[in-house]
């Protein structure tokens, strides 16, 4: 899974006057198998270059894109689909400036194949904004490391060492000597500790993250802490005993990984149970339910969809107006015939993205199962 940096550097890509071709394509291995997906991608590649055909494209722009169409479908066959975790894969070509990226996701979207000017990121900027970013920072008297996390990944973010000196050598002349060696040490601690905070608060300011993890003794950490600046602090999600020169990154990340689930699994039942405590009060800030989330989404309402990771249902989709139903075999809105959905919530989860709203994919069984496992928090 990338993570916002390289998000960032995806989107500045520009390859005009050629094309930049964006994939997208659920490869949940308990719903496809790879024949399936192959198949799918064949269909999609031929219809996408027939419409491309009839555009008026240059011959290198035409040449490109069908470069992008067999890549695409090469990288398809070589793809590993026996990991769960990869429910989803993203894929960007641009065969004349001999650009290609692929990456596995944690959730799959809707299949969707697009050439244009630039990276189509939308599905990749609502996966990520629901990833929590977290940071940890391990500290002692002399050391403070400090690293990114998005996702699975860990990123170094700064590693400073000041030297603060022993507290206490030796008394000398009737203590006076222990006394300035004492408070000399505490100043340069107390500098040390203002620097790495220093350092976190301009990463914040620059960077929003939601948890903060500590690392060290505790003592330590007690000192540390108080040197944070009031935005920081109150994003400290737990701490953990660590040797801060010894502490490897497998076991940072193991830690970090603990302390943040814990704070997600808490936060996202706080939000279920207020989706469903607000959709229960009276519907103007919340709805649960296929036909309820639906109808919110035709009316461009949806601030916040949650999903439960396995559902599934069919229904129909108005291709003139994007009008989603369960169960219209003509359109509500505009009257044209709908098309048959294989899997409306997929609709709705592309739907969302393209309205610019946020995703939250909760686990199955979560409390939202018993509330027609899907509802939004609403716009208006």
């Given at each position: 899974m990338l993570?916002?940096?390289?998000l960032?550097?995806?989107s500045?890509?520009?390859p005009?006057?050629?094309?930049?071709?964006?994939?997208?394509?659920?490869t949940?291995?308990?719903?496809?198998?790879?024949?399936?997906?192959?198949?799918?991608l064949?269909?999609?590649?031929?219809?996408?270059?027939t419409?491309?055909?009839?555009?008026?494209?240059t011959?290198?722009q035409l040449?490109?894109?069908?470069?992008d169409?067999?890549r695409?479908?090469?990288?398809?066959?070589?793809h590993?689909?026996?990991?769960a975790e990869?429910?989803?894969?993203?894929a960007?070509s641009?065969t004349?400036?001999d650009?290609?990226q692929?990456w596995?996701?944690?959730?799959?979207?809707k299949?969707?194949?697009?050439a244009?000017?630039t990276?189509y990121?939308r599905?990749?900027?609502?996966?990520l904004a629901?990833?929590?970013?977290?940071v940890?920072?391990?500290?002692?008297?002399?050391?403070?490391?400090?690293?990114?996390?998005?996702?699975d990944?860990?990123h170094?973010?700064f590693d400073i060492?000041?030297?603060?000196?022993?507290?206490v050598?030796?008394a000398?002349?009737q203590?006076?000597?222990?006394?300035?060696?004492?408070?000399h040490?505490?100043e340069t601690?107390?500098?040390h500790?203002?620097d790495?905070?220093?350092?976190?608060?301009?990463?914040?300011q620059s960077?929003p993250?939601?948890?903060l993890?500590?690392?060290?003794?505790?003592?330590?950490l007690r000192?540390?802490?108080r040197?944070?600046?009031?935005?920081?602090?109150?994003?400290?999600?737990?701490r953990?005993?660590?040797?801060?020169?010894?502490a490897?990154?497998?076991?940072i990340?193991?830690?970090t990984?603990?302390?943040?689930?814990t704070?997600e699994?808490n936060?996202?039942?706080?939000?279920?149970?207020?989706l469903v405590g607000?959709?229960?009060?009276?519907?103007?800030?919340?709805?649960?339910?296929?036909k309820?989330t639906?109808?919110a989404?035709?009316?461009?309402?949806?601030q916040?969809l949650f999903?439960?990771?396995?559902?599934?249902?069919?229904?129909?989709h108005?291709?003139?107006?994007e009008t989603?139903?369960?169960?219209?075999?003509?359109?509500s809105?505009?009257?044209?015939?709908?098309?048959e959905a294989s899997?409306?919530?997929?609709e709705?989860?592309?739907l969302t993205?393209?309205q610019?709203?946020?995703?939250?994919i909760?686990?199955a069984?979560d409390v939202?199962?018993?509330?027609?496992?899907?509802?939004?928090m609403?716009?208006?």
């Amino acid at each position: 899974m990338l993570n916002p940096a390289q998000l960032a550097e995806l989107s500045k890509f520009s390859p005009a006057p050629l094309l930049v071709t964006s994939l997208y394509l659920n490869t949940d291995p308990k719903r496809f198998s790879k024949a399936a997906v192959q198949a799918l991608l064949k269909d999609l590649t031929r219809d996408r270059l027939t419409e491309l055909r009839g555009t008026g494209l240059t011959h290198d722009q035409l040449k490109s894109v069908e470069g992008d169409f067999d890549r695409l479908r090469d990288g398809i066959a070589s793809h590993a689909f026996n990991r769960a975790e990869h429910r989803g894969l993203a894929a960007f070509s641009c065969t004349g400036r001999d650009f290609y990226q692929m990456w596995s996701l944690p959730f799959g979207f809707k299949a969707t194949l697009l050439a244009g000017p630039t990276p189509y990121l939308r599905p990749l900027q609502a996966l990520l904004a629901q990833a929590p970013h977290a940071v940890t920072v391990l500290v002692d008297q002399h050391r403070a490391r400090a690293f990114n996390f998005y996702a699975d990944g860990i990123h170094d973010m700064f590693d400073i060492t000041h030297e603060t000196g022993s507290k206490v050598r030796n008394a000398g002349f009737q203590g006076k000597d222990e006394r300035h060696i004492e408070h000399h040490h505490d100043e340069t601690v107390h500098h040390h500790y203002q620097d790495a905070a220093d350092r976190l608060l301009h990463a914040f300011q620059s960077a929003p993250f939601e948890y903060l993890v500590l690392g060290g003794h505790l003592e330590d950490l007690r000192g540390f802490e108080r040197h944070l600046h009031s935005y920081v602090a109150e994003r400290v999600a737990g701490r953990f005993r660590a040797d801060v020169r010894a502490a490897s990154r497998e076991e940072i990340r193991t830690k970090t990984n603990e302390l943040v689930a814990t704070e997600e699994k808490n936060r996202r039942e706080d939000l279920v149970r207020r989706l469903v405590g607000a959709a229960r009060s009276n519907g103007s800030q919340a709805v649960t339910g296929l036909k309820s989330t639906l109808a919110a989404l035709n009316d461009r309402r949806v601030q916040t969809l949650f999903v439960s990771e396995d559902f599934i249902s069919p229904g129909h989709h108005c291709t003139a107006c994007e009008t989603l139903s369960e169960k219209d075999v003509k359109c509500s809105r505009c009257g044209e015939p709908t098309k048959e959905a294989s899997d409306v919530v997929d609709e709705a989860v592309a739907l969302t993205v393209h309205q610019g709203g946020a995703i939250r994919i909760v686990p199955a069984g979560d409390v939202l199962a018993e509330h027609g496992k899907i509802g939004a928090m609403l716009r208006y």
